[in-house]
């Protein structure tokens, strides 16, 4: 029989109201099988669903497991950020200043900010050039010219990102992508004095046809050692995404003295109740 759960729907990343990507949680997962979480993340049909279970390490406050409608991921960014929202609101935990999230990626710290909530970028899985043969399925796939790509890098923190550098935000913007079979990420930067520094687009495959996310919170997270490394960026700033799907994204990235990145940004209740599964 279906056991009755809390469940929230939160808004991650926007910059008012219904402006950002949402995410569904169920907030107590115990006892649910990987095929009832992932039928149930099929059916919510949005870009991730996730599960609060508690932790087996230690040091974590929760563990969480993260779907998409069709797999499992070790690590997302707008569902980190969400589900920690929803657990807080849930456990009366909102005053605290770090929380440790338990996944299939580590453990990730999430602190609150003067902008909401921000986590720290997990490390790279793969990382390095990106070869001729995939920088031509990218340009296929973006239906551009490859002499507008400036830089193409793995940029895999889990999901399997791969990025793609053009010379302006406007670029970014006027991208009309064709199919796609790699989870591409677009970035250019806006000009100088603009409210965001870059504007980010984020495609995948789902079910033979193209998806663009509103939010990434992960690309995001993996574009920005990108770009500090290769020297883009020199200190903390905001991109701006979801421009294109009539969304108002707005990711915070800062970087600490010891090299870690946080990357932030508002969290917001939707929906909340129960569910039954």
Known sequence: MPTRRPFAQVDVFGSGQLTGNPVAVVLDGTGLDTDSMQRFANWTN????TFVLPPTAAAADYRVRIFTPTLELPFAGHPTLGTCHAWAEHTGRQAADVVVQECDAGLIEVRRTPTGLAFAAPPLIRSGPVDGATVDRIVAAMRIDRGSILDAAWVDNGPGWVAVALATATEVLAIRPGPVNLDIGVVGPHP?????????????????????????????????GWLRDSGRVDGDYVASQGTALGRRGRVHVTYDPDGAIWVGGATVTVMSGEVDL
Request: avoid cysteine.
């Open 46 to 49: 949005l870009s991730e669903t």
């Open 192 to 224: 100088p004095g603009s409210e965001t520094a870059f504007e980010v687009r984020a495609f995948f495959p789902k079910d033979g046809a193209t998806v663009e996310d509103p939010v990434t919170g992960s690309l995001n997270a993996s574009l920005a």
